[in-house]
């Protein structure tokens, strides 16, 4: 059976789900789009080839929404989606932090709501992807949100509960890794290297750390030990990080960031 799909407020986010679904073989014709402001809306036309229509329509004609506002504009958006939307539609929402309760509160009595916690990775098609169903979402929603967000990188299911912890570790977790790029950076130029020849050194060590934990399928642990040599270069920066507090840091910024997602979810600005 053809599903057709509508992504409300198409903007980084959604345009990278729109673009990831057109390569992985959707027809044109199943796809529509909606955006608040009309530049935005020839873009998206031009560049896609896909219908831009106003959110009511597509809430009328599509079998899946995806809903990619900001977490504050969704509100706004659910009022005027809510008497025009069957209760049969999935609806997936990728905005950080809104719980499915909040969905579900405000559309049709027995909406299938999938959320999705994506990362800014979705954007170079090396996503993650967190999935959590809503009361009424079942394995066949669940499966069809899994088949839009494919392109665009991996996905994972978790509870809805776990969602604010991977939130902390996967949707802040791309920062994380530019922080660190950025302070080694520093660290080189300190050494005596030019800005670019540090930067162009520490992201090709963190593309080819990825790739290694990526595909060797060893234990990080494993792979930093092959790196630390008796009396070598690598052990004398580890007792640097060890003396210096870094993994205890680092697990008391995830749970801070944990704790936040956990505030933002409630309600607290
Ligand atoms: N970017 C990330 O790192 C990231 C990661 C995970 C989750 N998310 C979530 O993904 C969602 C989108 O984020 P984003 O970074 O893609 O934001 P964005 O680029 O601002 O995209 C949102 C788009 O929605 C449009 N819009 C707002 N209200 C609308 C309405 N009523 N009707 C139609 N279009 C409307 C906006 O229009 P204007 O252009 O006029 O503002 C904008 O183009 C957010 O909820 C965010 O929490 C983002």
């Not at 020849?197 to 790739?211: N, R």
């Amino acid at each position: 059976m053809t599903q057709k799909v509508a992504v409300l407020g198409t903007g980084k986010i959604g345009e990278a789900l729109l673009s990831g679904m057109i390569r992985a073989g959707w027809s044109k014709n199943d796809l529509m789009c909606t955006a608040r402001r009309r530049e935005r809306a020839e873009a998206l036309r031009s560049r896609y080839g896909v219908e831009v229509v106003s959110n009511i329509e597509a809430a009328k004609a599509a079998d899946t929404v995806i809903l990619a506002v900001k977490p504050q504009d969704m509100a706004l958006l659910l009022d005027e989606l809510a008497p025009h939307l069957p209760a049969d539609r999935l609806v997936i929402s990728a905005a950080a932090g809104v719980p499915t309760a909040f969905f579900e509160e405000k559309l049709p009595a027995g909406t299938p709501v999938v959320r999705v916690m994506p990362n800014t990775p979705v954007l170079v098609d090396e996503g993650m992807s967190v999935i959590s169903a809503g009361s009424h979402a079942s394995e066949t929603h669940l499966l069809r949100t899994e088949e839009i967000f494919k392109p665009v990188g991996k996905t994972l299911r978790v509870p809805e509960s776990q969602q604010d912890a991977a939130t902390a570790l996967s949707g802040s977790g791309p920062a994380y890794f530019y922080y660190l790029v950025e302070a080694m950076t520093d660290a080189g130029i300190l050494l005596g290297l030019p800005r670019d020849k540090a930067h162009d050194l520490i992201v090709q060590a963190a593309i080819g750390a990825a790739v290694m934990l990526r595909d060797s399928g060893e234990h990080p642990v494993k792979l930093r030990e092959a790196v630390t040599s008796p009396a070598g270069t690598t052990i004398s920066a580890i007792r640097e990080l060890e003396s210096h507090g870094v993994r205890a840091a680092l697990i008391a910024a995830l749970e801070a960031a944990r704790d936040r997602s956990r505030e933002l979810a409630s309600g607290q600005a």
